[in-house]
């Protein structure tokens, strides 16, 4: 089945203390993004990668990275988490870049809460 | 720079009413238009897109979305509410310039009542 995989789900975790959620998808895709949803907000886009090593900032970068060592792995770092980044997280892949009105394909989310 | 309003965060129907969800963007270019949906405890999954041509969208479950540049909209429609309708919508908004990210809306929470 095409997916994309995102894991943690739920997590609950302290300031300052390192996390890493994971995401992983089995198209293929060139293009990999992560978006943060928050209420009233909508999603917004924190980075995205194009392909393998090459990522760019999204609407929302601070306090996040990013690599994309291999295609299908495109992993969420928090260096040093604090309660503002407390939210729901997306990872979503497509096929080529979204200039092409590729479609998205989302994972199932992850929630953190940075206490 | 691309932006996308939503109007009214929450919609309550009855089953079977007309659902209407209203979307409107800002775009210097001709956008592509999305609309995704969200059920509790999953990712968005598409709904319907419109990048060019026919401007009234026919997506699943029975929703449609008519592209009214003059009005710069992209409403949602769906002539009678099911119960499993019970969502989050998401209106989106990509540069076919090539920004490569959707500009979503702040959603709209759609709930159907019995």
């Known amino acids: 089945e095409a997916q994309v995989t995102q894991n943690p789900r739920y997590l609950i975790t302290v300031t300052g203390k390192k996390l890493t959620v994971t995401c992983s998808q089995n198209?293929?895709?060139?293009?990999m993004s992560w978006y943060r949803q928050d209420p009233g907000l909508g999603l917004r886009q924190i980075y995205y990668s194009m392909n393998v090593e090459v990522t760019d900032k999204g609407d929302v970068p601070e306090g996040y990275k990013v690599s994309r060592k291999e295609k299908r792995n495109f992993p969420l770092i928090l260096e040093s988490p604090s309660p503002n980044q407390t939210s729901l997280y997306f990872c979503a892949s497509s096929r080529g870049s979204l200039s092409g009105a590729n479609v998205l394909t989302f994972g199932a989310g992850s929630r953190l809460t940075v206490l | 720079a691309q932006s996308v309003t939503q109007l009214g965060s929450h919609v309550s129907v009855s089953e079977g009413a007309l659902v209407l969800l209203r979307c409107n963007y800002s775009s210097s270019v001709p956008p592509y238009l999305f609309w995704y949906v969200q059920y509790p405890n999953q990712g968005l999954q598409l709904l319907l897109k419109y990048t060019t041509g026919a401007t009234l969208v026919k997506g699943i479950n029975g929703f449609e979305a008519e592209f009214k540049k003059s009005e710069t909209s992209f409403h949602l429609t769906k002539p009678s509410a099911h119960m499993s309708d019970a969502a989050e919508y998401f209106c989106?908004?990509?540069?076919?310039?090539?920004?490569?990210?959707?500009?979503f809306g702040a959603g709209t929470r759609l709930a159907v009542h019995p």
């Open positions: 198209m293929n895709h060139e293009y």
């Open positions: 989106a908004v990509s540069d076919p310039g090539g920004y490569n990210k959707l500009i």
